[in-house]
């Protein structure tokens, strides 16, 4: 039996305004070659200057990884020449990193180690037409942190799911917005496979510049595959850099794996060194919002939130700023959980509407519509119903209570509203009582519809339950 293990590389592009080496705009988009100038494309004579701010995200991203922060690193030049970087070097970091250790706990309890996180230049982008290719420069010098694990991982999922919690956690520090569909988060996966039971590595190979998750899981099942079928035909993998085929999810050979050697490091000369001065670093730590693991087991513990609602509403942080928001003042903190998982969540599906979590209801409306159901002035159906025309309409709670649903309901009625509902339907009823379970809810409605939804509807199957077995 064989084992698939797995390393890492994500790059992930920082939301500075302004690029890492000069004061064009990052913005994503534009006009190609709009958002350049002789430093970001590498022009004879031109000094970069290093973007305080970009060290600073990166240094908050280190932080939220849980990794120690070098106070002196030194930028260095990375050598290759492709047409997508006209200096034909990267300026990226190399023997002096600026965050080193780290790691991430993934749901199965294990660490994945991270290595170290860099800062480095992106490159331009390169644009298939027809036989031509054209080079669009806008994104070249965008600040960029690399950040490299351990080969910790044994299987797809665990890999996708360390990219998940990548992603909600430097969201939730506010360095990237890590959208994969616009690049500004990308992935490298190197692979190998061995024997189980085994401690020396395989022969790796890198499948670069995966954008999704969906291509990061199909690469590392095309990969291991591929390696094993090598493996069991006594054949040997050979060191190299692949490329990702969406189309068909399979892998083509690009170039032999270049090694360290190949791009000739060296400290770049019109760069000084990077010094974190102390309080910068205290300053950055002070800084730090809750992360969204210790906000998972504060929803969970001290909230009492169900794991599967407080996974969402920690998964993107506006959601749960507005959750936050919500509950200040509110004694069941998880009703308005539910309020948002339940009812909000089925309109608001998409990921995207999700990241950018903008409803028209606001916290205050949900809010006050929680405490009218904890003060008992609303019974929860009606909260319910209210809920779902405030969704509609951006309205707040009042505007659809009418004085039937403030009146409440007086809980010593509902004996005598079951009874009434069973003596008008007999039919059902009998229904009921030669096993067909479902017809007990039509009873339930009716008892709904004569309390115009006042009535709790548990209560009143039970009490119609307990009247018919007698
Ligand atoms: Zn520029």
């Known amino acids: 039996m064989f084992e698939m293990v797995i390393g890492l590389e994500t790059h992930v592009e920082l939301s500075t305004k302004t690029k890492i080496f000069c004061s064009c705009t990052t913005q994503f988009g534009g006009e190609p070659n709009t958002h350049c100038c002789p430093i970001c494309t590498g022009q004879p004579g031109t000094l970069p200057v290093l973007n305080k701010k970009a060290v600073e995200y990166a240094i908050t991203a280190g932080l939220a990884l849980g990794c120690r922060i070098n106070r002196h690193s030194v930028m260095a030049r990375k050598h290759y020449v492709y047409p997508d970087l006209s200096k034909a070097y990267q300026i990226s970091q190399y023997e002096l990193p600026l965050c080193e250790g780290g790691k991430v706990t993934l749901s199965n309890g294990r660490e994945i180690r991270i290595t170290r996180i860099h800062i480095e230049e992106d490159a331009g982008k390169l644009v298939h037409q027809g036989n031509m290719a054209l080079i669009d420069y806008n994104r070249g010098g965008v600040p960029l942190i690399e950040i490299v694990t351990e080969p910790d991982f044994r299987s797809a999922e665990e890999a996708t799911e360390y990219l998940e919690k990548l992603q909600t956690i430097l969201r939730a520090v506010k360095v990237s ?76 050979s690009l170039r032999d794996k270049e090694n360290a050697d190949d791009y000739r490091y060296f400290p770049d000369p019109d760069i000084i060194e990077i010094l974190v001065p102390e309080e910068v670093l205290h300053r950055l730590e ?58 909000m969540f089925a309109q608001i599906q998409t990921e995207a509407e999700r990241e950018h979590w903008n409803p028209d209801t606001t916290a205050e409306q949900l809010r006050e519509l929680v405490r009218l159901l904890e003060s008992g002035k609303i019974s929860r159906n009606v909260a319910k119903r209210v809920f779902t025309s405030m969704l509609e309409t951006g309205k707040g709670a009042h505007d659809f209570l009418s004085e039937d649903d403030l009146a409440g309901f007086d809980p010593s009625q509902l004996t005598s509203l079951c009874q009434k509902a069973i003596d008008e339907n007999p039919k059902t009823v009998s229904d009921y009582k030669n096993g067909k379970e479902k017809a007990i809810k039509a009873l339930v409605g009716a008892v709904m519809r004569a309390t115009k939804g006042r009535a709790d509807a548990l209560a009143a199957e039970a009490e119609l339950k307990r009247l018919i077995d007698q």
């Open 286 to 343: 002070a800084e730090l919002p809750e992360l969204p693991d210790a906000k998972f087991d504060r929803y969970v513990k001290e909230l009492g939130i169900p794991e599967d609602d407080a996974k969402m509403l920690t998964k993107y942080r506006p959601v749960s700023e507005y959750f936050e928001r919500a509950s200040e003042g509110v004694t069941q903190p998880k009703t308005v959980a539910s309020f948002i998982i339940t009812q």
């Open 177 to 252: 917005d890590c959208r994969m569909q616009e690049g500004s988060m990308r992935c490298d996966v190197n692979l190998s496979v061995r024997r189980k039971g085994e401690t020396a590595f395989g022969i790796r190979s890198e499948v670069k510049n995966l954008n999704s998750f969906t291509s990061v899981a199909q690469a590392i099942g095309y990969e291991f595959e591929r390696h094993v079928d090598i493996l069991q035909a006594g054949g040997t993998v050979e060191q190299e850099t692949r490329h990702f085929n969406a189309e068909d999810g399979t892998t083509t």
